[in-house]
Every structure is written in structure tokens, then in C-alpha cells.
């Protein structure tokens, strides 16, 4: 989720505890109401420690599967990670590839088809038209800026989709009931549906599935969660 719009805590994703109304004092013969019993939550599962910063090193890992054919305009890209972060590596270039090349992604949608720049290519001076970059949450701030990112969020910027690792291992509650593969694949439509050229919009209606371009990592507003963009064409 970009940060281009205004950023909070993350703890602004959760509504607060409502405290409970105050009735009028009981009578003398009245007997005092039992105090309210909090509402049980649902234990969140544990998942990996992401550290503030990585190692520094930043690598291109080669999305496995063959670039998509066709007749759309070429957009290029390039993966890669920061070092030092809790990663399964090819799980995540496995999920990037068929992310992008999925029948309900950008691809149909903007009439685009993603053809990865190799590091070969790259070390010659070939720049991809989008770098995916999945880094540490300091990473993330520094190369987000000027938008505010706080550690918590990920962002589009200057050709570079920045997906935030804490978001990446740790989800956010809209996406709770489902896999984190899920909000894996949301969070890179979004990131890079602004480097295609779209911004921010709002949930279309309560019940309703939430564009792929809303904040959805920051509530969903009484939308249902959704990963594609192609779902809602249309």
C-alpha cells in the first residue's frame, strides 16, 4: 500500500475498544450490574521477525517461467531482495511471476505483457521499466521518500515498486481469512498498478469487492477484500 495518501500507524487498521455506556446509578435496593465481559479476539498466527533493516545488499532474483507473448506493449521489470530478511527467495520469485502473469492481473487490463530484464541485461545497462523491490522497512522509507511510509507501509516510486517486507511476511488484518499469498499478490498489483499510471481510489460500496487501487492494507471501509485487477473490469 503506497503512502501517498495520509499515512498513520498501523494500529489505525484496528478499530479502538468501545467503552461501554454508562447507565444511571442504581437505586439503593438495586443490585449492581456484573461488569461487561470483554469480546474474545482471535489470536493472530506468529510469523517470522522482520528486522527493521536488512544487510544492505540488495540482489535480483530471476522470476522462474517463460515472459508472456502476444501483442501487448512490453513493459519490463526486474525482482529483487534485500538481504538478511526472513525470504523464502524462490517462493517469492514464484509468486511475482505468476502474480504478473496472471489471467485477472495488469496484463488484460492495460493491454501490457511483463518481459523480465535478465541480470545479464542489467549489468550491461539495460533499465527495466518497473524494479520490484522487496527490502526492509528502513530501506523502504529511505526509498520511498518523500512519501511517508513509517516502517509499516510500501510504495511506487521513481520506477521502482518498493513492497515493504514487514507487509509481505506479516499481512494486515483485511486479508487475515486469507492466505498470505493473497495479500502477497495485492500488494504487487498495487505497487505496480501506480507505476502504470493509477492512483488511489475509494471503496466503491459497502459488501462490495475493493478495487485493487485502494488502500486496502490500511481497512477496507466496508469493502471486501480483492487481489486483481481484472475482477472488477467491466
Not at 133 to 138: G, H, I, M, R
Not at 161 to 168: E, L, Q
Request: aromatic residues 6%; contains cysteine; positive net charge.
Amino acid at each position: 500500500m503506497t503512502a501517498s495518501l495520509a499515512s498513520g500507524s498501523e494500529d489505525a487498521m484496528f478499530p479502538a475498544t468501545t467503552r461501554p455506556a454508562t447507565s444511571a446509578p442504581p437505586t439503593r435496593s438495586a443490585a449492581p450490574s456484573p461488569a461487561p465481559r470483554p469480546t474474545p479476539t482471535a489470536t493472530p498466527k506468529p510469523t517470522a521477525t522482520v528486522p527493521i533493516k536488512g544487510n544492505g545488499k540488495v540482489a535480483q532474483v530471476v522470476v522462474p517461467g517463460q515472459d508472456s507473448g502476444g501483442t501487448g506493449r512490453v513493459v519490463t521489470y526486474a525482482f529483487e531482495i534485500e538481504g538478511g530478511l526472513p525470504i523464502d527467495r524462490t517462493a517469492a520469485a514464484t509468486l511475482v511471476g505468476s502474480t504478473l502473469r496472471d489471467s485477472r492481473g495488469w496484463q488484460p487490463v492495460k493491454h501490457v505483457r511483463f518481459v523480465q530484464v535478465s541480470p545479464s541485461q542489467r549489468a550491461r545497462g539495460v533499465k527495466p521499466d518497473i524494479t520490484i523491490s522487496l527490502v526492509s522497512p528502513d530501506r523502504t522509507d529511505r526509498w520511498c521518500a518523500p512519501l511517508k511510509t513509517e516502517g509499516l507501509w510500501s510504495c511506487a516510486n521513481k520506477d521502482r515498486a518498493v513492497i515493504n517486507a514487514r507487509r509481505w511476511v506479516g499481512g494486515v488484518q483485511g486479508f487475515s481469512a486469507k492466505p498470505r499469498s493473497d495479500y502477497q499478490s495485492y500488494v504487487l498489483n498495487h505497487e505496480v498498478g501506480h507505476e502504470l499510471g493509477h492512483g488511489h481510489v475509494g471503496c466503491p460500496g459497502e459488501g462490495k469487492l475493493a478495487p485493487v487501487m485502494m488502500q486496502q492494507s490500511m481497512g477496507l471501509k466496508g469493502c471486501r477484500p480483492n487481489v486483481w485487477p481484472a475482477t472488477l473490469r467491466g
